[in-house]
């Protein structure tokens, strides 16, 4: 069994992330300012903790607030090609070879619900965290948490 398969059945709930903190960070890129979340947790949503729904090749999963998704095209190159198994709300298990991670833009272009992403770290001396994405009641929840932005002086 490959890391990003599923190893837990519907009735196996994954274990939730627990969140320490939160810090908001104004970032400042090319003139373009805005606003990240960075979250400090003892473990970062897995693709595989999600149950999917998939509309015209895009996949969204949601669970306790947090979300993932990501989009399946013909050249099959994203990822490097890697291959993900991924539980569907019908109880099957779908393999999707090369996704992309795409973008909450697209994802509401495809009908699904507004998403933002964040930064989860789990280690609070490091400074490369994972990538995941929160629903808007999740990310207000998560703001609240953090105050205002941090910027760099």
């Not at 995941?132 to 910027?151: E, H, M, S």
């Amino acid at each position: 069994m490959t890391f990003w398969q599923v190893e837990h059945s519907a009735a196996q709930k994954p274990r939730d992330a627990q969140i320490i903190t939160v810090k908001a960070v104004y970032l400042d890129r090319d003139g373009l300012g805005e606003e990240r979340l960075a979250v400090l947790a003892d473990r970062c949503p897995r693709k595989e903790d999600f149950i999917y729904e998939e509309r015209d090749g895009m996949y969204y999963g949601e669970r306790d607030g947090w979300a993932a998704y990501f989009l399946q095209t013909d050249d099959k190159t994203g990822f490097c090609g890697a291959c993900f198994d991924v539980m569907m709300q019908d109880g099957t298990t779908r393999r999707i070879e090369g996704p992309w991670s795409s973008n909450p833009q697209a994802l509401r272009a495809h009908g699904f619900p507004e998403v933002v992403d964040v930064a989860v770290y789990t280690d609070p001396t490091s400074l490369v965290g994972s990538s995941a994405a929160a629903t808007a009641a999740k990310a207000r929840q998560l703001k609240a948490i953090a105050g205002p932005p941090w910027r760099r002086t």
